[in-house]
Structures are given as structure tokens and as C-alpha cells.
């Protein structure tokens, strides 16, 4: 066989592999386009499907004020008012929230009030909204029917897309339920019905949002389907056919194969050129395989998620830097960064959510530190940074501006998060300690800056580990304490205006066998830190449930934590100890702060309520100091309102002092709750809080916490100029 056949061979060996690998190629594109295409669509159209169920929940969530109201169940169930349905379901409703039409329907399901366009019109005019929205009614008094569904719902509502005269609305129905102590006449309650168009309102808030092409509202068959545009269903019409929002979506895999055909032309090509095809793909397979094991280093050595250095690493650079210091005097600097609250960012919107922000803070950190320094992810929500070379003061700068670059709101993909971050310095320029203690003292100096507030840093000093090790003790010793109930509960007493004791307040004590008495001031925050809050909650309460048998007539305060009412097993606990110690739930007055009523969630809210119908009463502690509101007051079922000490303590003198205890005694006058004024010590503050219509007191001036079998003897009238 002579040369030429012999290269023609090589020549068809080569270009059949060529062409295989091109055809093979051109066929996994062609199905990674099609299979991009179809992700990209199935991901639009999930989430616009989230959208629209997120934007009928925030409509339902607006009409709750009005549909959970005692006012609206005397107005429009008990005795209907028409000019009180005008102003509050017309006005507001058809009005301020922007409704185009808005019905109340009675407890037979009949319309008694309509209000279209912005003007009251004859109830009648529902029927033209009767058959589209009597399939909502049904749903909504079918969960009416069932108190145990009523109960797990925080508001009762329906709402369905539906075409009214051609036009496609949003109907909403709505149980209208009491929120405190109003009751309806009957079995059922009234009905808000809501209507509004959504077409123009939608396709436009929709394709900003989700950045839609040519969206549209159509109505549709049933089963038409049409493969060149996305579509999320929003509701169906009376003849079965399909209310859809329509889109052109994005093509990715389109556009890859169009961006792709150029280069397979140029590998077609390439196929021809033989023995230079051969030399070039060996070539590349040797850069791929250099380029592999040089990736496989990196990743050893390296953060995935960040691409910082990872732990390995970051000790790696420690020692090294710290080697430097034998042969060239200077600092090191070692900071590690915690970030606040970087669970809620997860908890609220979910890992990836979390991945971004954790992304977003390396780079920023990358932007503020140096090219010599080392920045290094350890793992979770904590960095480090290694800064060799410097001094106490620049290790303070680039401390404080982490501190700055890490601090305000950032943009995430599906929504806005707060950052903040805490952080712990360690400055050293003795070759002689290890790099373990360089480390650990900057972790030691982070949990003080934690400690202190979060959102600022702090230096390492020595007592710090004294301080450290004396809270660990501490926290030891409580535990034990709890195990072998060595904690006591001291009671001080609560006067009316007359001086006589109308009840006691609960506090907890703890005598420690070596240190003797710790401060609740201390031991306190130290169990909210370190989760024992619930276990000494417990045994106060246990210990007051004993107590209480031994009085008659004594109302006894116990204080509840934010954390115990978010423990979902708070009220099973509760009511164990009743039953444990026959003691009656009637008795007591819980304490709540009012950053218990901040988190607002509908776990506290349902833990308040359920007290409630246990026979507890509730009372706002320390109120005015922090961020409650009338809202919150009317939300939760409080029965008192106590008055911080921070203002009794300026009375009678400080016109200010007197201006908020006024505002709060007449505030709680008005939602008829009682008041009780803390820290009361001095004659002229009590004549002061009497004068302003205060109704009970307490504080050294009427009687020091004791225990309980002083109570007991103690003569039911306390001494009162």
C-alpha cells in the first residue's frame, strides 16, 4: 500500500472521528438547547405562579383589619348600619384600598350593601357577581362550619380569578369574625365580597417585576395549548375555558445555538486540516489535564461557594506569617467575622437566599482589604482575616471599615436583607505565641463585640478570658441549679392607691453556694443567652403555682419571656403545672415585654390567646420603652399595662416623665385596661401616679421583694401617707 493511500486512511480516520464528534456535538446541543429552553419556561412560569399567589395573599392580608373587627360584627351582623357600612366597607375598603366593587353579604349569603365605582349603589347589583362568586362563598362557609379550621386560620379567605361581563377580576370572599369579645347573632357571620379588575393592573406590576415580554391577559380553551408562549393560569370562566396571563419567555438554549453555529463551522473546517487537527486536540487534552489538576488544588485549598481561602489554607498563611516575625519585627492582625442574625436571612427566605448574601460578603471583603492580606471563609456566616505587616491602629481601620462595609441592606434575588456583622481583632508581634492563640483570642474578642450589641469590633484584651470563664461557670452553675431546683422566687408586693396589697409579683432568685446571691440583672440575660430562659421560667412559675395556695384574694405576676412564647411547647408545659399543683390559672397576671409582641408572629399571638381562654390574664411589662403600638394593643388580648421605672423614677419633677405616664394611664383607660406604676419610691411619686389615675403601685416604697412565707403574715395594708 503505497503513501497515499496510507495518508488518505489516516486522513478518513481522522475526519470520520472529527465528524462523529461534531455530529455527536451538534446533536447534545441541539437537545441541551431544547431542554435550557424548556427549564428557562418551566422556571418562568413558576415563578409568576408564586407571584400571583403572593400577591392575592398580601390583597387578602390588607382586608384583614376590616374583616377581623368587633365593630364590623355589630354594624353589619348584629344590627346593620348602612351609613357605618358606607364609611368603613364603602370609603375604605371601595375607597382607600381601591377596590371596584365591594358587598356584604348577611349570614344567609343576601347582599344587604354594594358599593361599586365609588358610590353606593342598590344591592342588587351583586347578581351581576352572584354566579361567579358563589362557589368562594361556599368554600369560605364550608371552613366556617368547622371551629377547629377557624381556629388554626388567623383570617378566612377565598379568592379566584373570574370573568365578570367579559372582563377578567379578582373576587375575594371574605369571613367577617370577631377579633376580641363580639359574637354574631347566628351560626354564621357576614361575608365581604371584593371585587377588581386585573388585567391592566397585573400584566403591568408582572412584567416589571418578572421582566415579561408581551404579556398579556387571555381567556383560552380548556385545552389549548401553544407551544411558542408561557402562560400561568389565573382562574377559570363559567363555559370551562382557562383566565391565563400569556408571555413570550426567554429562549436561552435558542440563543446558545445560535451563538454556537459559527463555531461548529469553524470545527467543520478545523476536521479538514488533518494532522494539524491531531496535534491541536493532543495539545488541548494536555492543557485540560494541567488545567484540572491545577483546579483540583485550588478547590483544596479554597472556599466552593466564595472562592476564598478555606480553613487549610488560612492556617497555612497564619503560620507562614507568623514565621516572618522571627526574622522581621512587626504585627500580625487576626480578625474573625461573625455575621447578625444571618439565620433569619435563611430562616426567611431560604439557603440559596443565604448563599447569595454569604457571595456578596466576600466580595465586598475583597474590595476592602489588601492584596497581602488573606481572607479566608471558616465556615457558616464566619471569615477571617489574616493582615500581616501592620499595627494596633491598622488593624482598627480595616476592622472598622469591615464593620462599615458590612452594615446597611442588600439586594438579594428575591428580596432585601439587613447585614450586619460583629468583629473580634487580635494584634500580636510576639513570634513566641502560637497561631492557635492568635486565633482564639480573636474569637474570644468577637463574642465580647457580639456581646456589646453586634454591628461594631473589639480588640482582644486579657480579661477577657477572665470574663469568659467566668460566664462559663456561670452557666454551668445555673444548670445545675435547675437540676437540683436550687433556685428560689422572692415576691414583692403590688398596693392600690390605699396601700393595701392587691397582689404580688414573682421574681426569681438565685443564692449561689460560693458566690452567694446573683443578681437577676446577671443570671438573668445570661439564661436568655445560653437557652436556660424556659427552664427558669418553668420553676418560677411552678414555685409561685405552690405559693399562690397559701393567699386568698392575691392576684400573683409572673414574667413570660419572648423565647417561652415562641416554644411551641410553652402552653402544654403551662398547663402540666396547673395540674401538678392544683393551682388556678385565674390567679396569675403573665408578663410580657413588648419585644414579645414584636415578633408578631402567629405563634404568639395564638400562645396569647390560648392563655387567654386558659383563664390567664396578660399584662405589657416595662410599656413605653419599646416600639409597641395601638395596633398591637388591639391585636393581643392585654388585660394591664405596667409603667416602666425609667419614668416613675422622674416624678413628680420632670414635666416629661409626667406627660408619658399621663398619656399611658389614659391610654389604658381608654381600651379599658388596667395600670400598675413599677419602681414606686418615694412618697411624692406615688401622690403624683394616684393624682394621674394610676390604680396600682410597686416598689421599695410599698414593700421589698421577700419570700413567700413572709407574704403570708405580712398585714394586708401597707403603710401609705
Known amino acids: 500500500m503505497d503513501r ?5 486512511k489516516i486522513f478518513g480516520l481522522i475526519a470520520g472521528m472529527a465528524a462523529g464528534m461534531i455530529l455527536l456535538a451538534g446533536f447534545a446541543l441541539t437537545v441541551a438547547t431544547r431542554h435550557a429552553d424548556a427549564r428557562e419556561r418551566d422556571y418562568e412560569q413558576t415563578l409568576v405562579g408564586n407571584g400571583l399567589r403572593q400577591r392575592i395573599e398580601e390583597i387578602q392580608t390588607g382586608l384583614n383589619p376590616y374583616v377581623i373587627w368587633d365593630e364590623a360584627i355589630h354594624k353589619l351582623d348584629n344590627r346593620f348600619d348602612q351609613a357605618w ?55 369560605v362557609r364550608a371552613i366556617e362550619s368547622d371551629p377547629k379550621k377557624v381556629a388554626a386560620l388567623h383570617a378566612v379567605h377565598k379568592s379566584r380569578v373570574e370573568l365578570v361581563r367579559g372582563e377578567p377580576v379578582l373576587i375575594t370572599v371574605s369571613l367577617i369574625r370577631p377579633d376580641l369579645k363580639a359574637r354574631t347573632k347566628g351560626p354564621r357571620g357576614p361575608l365581604l365580597v371584593t371585587s377588581t379588575p386585573v388585567a391592566k393592573i397585573m400584566v403591568k406590576a408582572f412584567s416589571e417585576r418578572f421582566l ?139 439557603h440559596d437566599a443565604g448563599d447569595q448574601l454569604i457571595r456578596e460578603v466576600a466580595r465586598r471583603l475583597t474590595a476592602i482589604c489588601r492584596d497581602t492580606d488573606t481572607i479566608c471563609r471558616l465556615g457558616g456566616d464566619e471569615f477571617a482575616i489574616i493582615q500581616p505587616d501592620t499595627s494596633p491602629a491598622g488593624a482598627a481601620s480595616l476592622a472598622q471599615r469591615v464593620v462599615d462595609g458590612l452594615s446597611g441592606e442588600v439586594d438579594l434575588s428575591i428580596g432585601r436583607a439587613v447585614l450586619s456583622c460583629s468583629v473580634g481583632v487580635s494584634v500580636v508581634a510576639d513570634a513566641d505565641q502560637g497561631q492557635a492563640e492568635l486565633l482564639r483570642q480573636a474569637d474570644v474578642a468577637l463574642y465580647r463585640a457580639k456581646e456589646a450589641g453586634r454591628g461594631r469590633f473589639a480588640f482582644f484584651e486579657p480579661e477577657m478570658d477572665a470574663a469568659l470563664r467566668l460566664r462559663k461557670s456561670l452557666e454551668r452553675d445555673l444548670r445545675a441549679a435547675l437540676e437540683h431546683d436550687e433556685l428560689t422566687v422572692a415576691y414583692q408586693p403590688l398596693t392600690d392607691a390605699r396601700g393595701e396589697m392587691v397582689g404580688v409579683e414573682a421574681l426569681a432568685r438565685w443564692n449561689h453556694p460560693e458566690r452567694g446571691e446573683i443578681s437577676p440583672g446577671i443570671f438573668i440575660p445570661l439564661a436568655e443567652s445560653c437557652g436556660l430562659i424556659g427552664p427558669v421560667g418553668a420553676a418560677v412559675f411552678r414555685r409561685a403555682c405552690y405559693d399562690s395556695l397559701r393567699w386568698s384574694g392575691l392576684e400573683v405576676s409572673v414574667n413570660v419571656s419572648a423565647i417561652q412564647l415562641t416554644n411551641p411547647d410553652f402552653i ?51 410599656f413605653g420603652t419599646g416600639y409597641a403600638s395601638l395596633a398591637y394593643l388591639r391585636r393581643h ?85
Open 4 to 8: 497515499r493511500n496510507i495518508e488518505l
Open 85 to 139: 357600612a358606607s364609611q368603613n366597607i364603602g370609603a375604605s375598603v371601595g375607597g382607600a384600598l381601591g377596590y371596584e366593587a365591594a358587598f356584604v353579604l348577611d349570614a344567609a349569603d343576601k347582599p344587604i350593601y354594594a358599593h361599586v365605582a365609588g358610590k353606593d349603589v342598590s344591592s342588587t347589583t351583586f347578581d351581576r357577581y352572584a354566579f361567579q362568586a358563589s362557589s368562594l362563598v361556599n368554600d
Open 212 to 350: 415579561l415580554r408581551d404579556a398579556a391577559i387571555a381567556v383560552v380553551a380548556a385545552d389549548a395549548v401553544d407551544a411558542a408562549v408561557a402562560q400561568s393560569v389565573l382562574g377559570r370562566s363559567a363555559d370551562g375555558r382557562r383566565i391565563v396571563l400569556r408571555w413570550v419567555p426567554r429562549r436561552p438554549g435558542a440563543e446558545l445555538l445560535r451563538s454556537a453555529t459559527p463555531m461548529l463551522a469553524i470545527a467543520i473546517l478545523a476536521a479538514a486540516m488533518g494532522s494539524f487537527l491531531l496535534f491541536r486536540t493532543t495539545r488541548r487534552a494536555a492543557k485540560k489535564l494541567l488545567l484540572s489538576e491545577a483546579e483540583a488544588k485550588h478547590l483544596a485549598l479554597h472556599d466552593p461557594l466564595t472562592g476564598l481561602a478555606n480553613r487549610t489554607l488560612f492556617t497555612d498563611r497564619l503560620v507562614h506569617a507568623h514565621a516572618l516575625l522571627r526574622r522581621k519585627p512587626g504585627h500580625i492582625g487576626v480578625l474573625c467575622i461573625d455575621l447578625d442574625r444571618f439565620k433569619e436571612v435563611n430562616d426567611t427566605y431560604g
Open 572 to 622: 402544654d408545659e403551662i398547663v402540666a403545672t396547673l395540674a401538678e399543683t392544683s393551682a388556678r390559672a385565674e390567679t396569675f397576671m403573665l408578663e410580657i415585654t413588648e419585644t414579645a409582641l414584636l415578633k408578631d408572629g402567629d405563634g404568639v399571638h395564638d400562645a396569647l390567646r390560648r392563655l387567654k381562654r386558659l383563664g390567664f390574664r396578660l399584662a405589657l411589662d416595662d
Open 637 to 721: 388580648p392585654i388585660d394591664k399595662l405596667k409603667i416602666d421605672r425609667s419614668f416613675v423614677a422622674s416624678l413628680p419633677g420632670n414635666g416629661e416623665a409626667m406627660a408619658v405616664a399621663s398619656a399611658i394611664v389614659s391610654l389604658a383607660k381608654s381600651l379599658g385596661l388596667k395600670t400598675t406604676a413599677e419602681g414606686v419610691e418615694t412618697q411624692n411619686q406615688m401622690d403624683a401616679l394616684v393624682k394621674l389615675g394610676c390604680v396600682e403601685f410597686q416598689g421599695y416604697l410599698l414593700g421589698r421583694p421577700m419570700p413567700a412565707e413572709a407574704i403570708a403574715s405580712t398585714p394586708s395594708m401597707v403603710r401609705v401617707r
